[in-house]
């Protein structure tokens, strides 16, 4: 049974610091990528932040230079360290592993969200 808890939402004040963290369980197929999407009500689900199995990141221009992504392959765990956050980062933050492609195809597995609220 696959699995991705999430965990480290909550109500912070504009300038302050979150950390995410999801850790996988139940995959077996090879993971391409860990990444962060986040969902604002009545906006579209966003990419915010990414971590290839190697290490290589991306993140939305909105986040660059104040959100970090981070992985520990060994945990089936991935980190992303909000700071400088704002209002406008409200969102509830889903974590989603991607496989690598199988007989062409990729999976997408994501977690239950977790609701993250930047007071003024």
């Known amino acids: 049974q696959v699995q991705l808890v999430e965990s480290g939402g909550g109500l912070v004040q504009a300038g302050g610091s979150l950390r995410l963290s999801c850790a996988h369980s139940?995959?077996?197929?090879?993971?391409?990528?860990m990444g962060w999407y986040r969902q604002a009500p009545g906006k579209q689900r966003e990419l915010v932040a990414a971590?290839?199995?190697?290490?290589?990141?991306n993140y939305d221009d909105s986040v660059k230079g104040r959100f970090t992504i981070s992985g520990d392959n060994a945990k089936n765990t991935a980190y992303l360290q909000m700071n400088s956050l704002k209002p406008e980062d409200t969102a509830v933050y889903y974590c989603?592993?991607?496989?690598?492609?199988?007989?062409?195809?990729?999976?997408?597995?994501w977690g239950q969200g977790t609701q993250v609220t930047v007071s003024s």
């Open positions: 139940g995959i077996i197929f090879s993971i391409n990528a």
């Open positions: 971590i290839t199995s190697g290490g290589s990141t």
């Open positions: 989603n592993v991607r496989t690598l492609p199988i007989l062409g195809r990729t999976y997408d597995y």
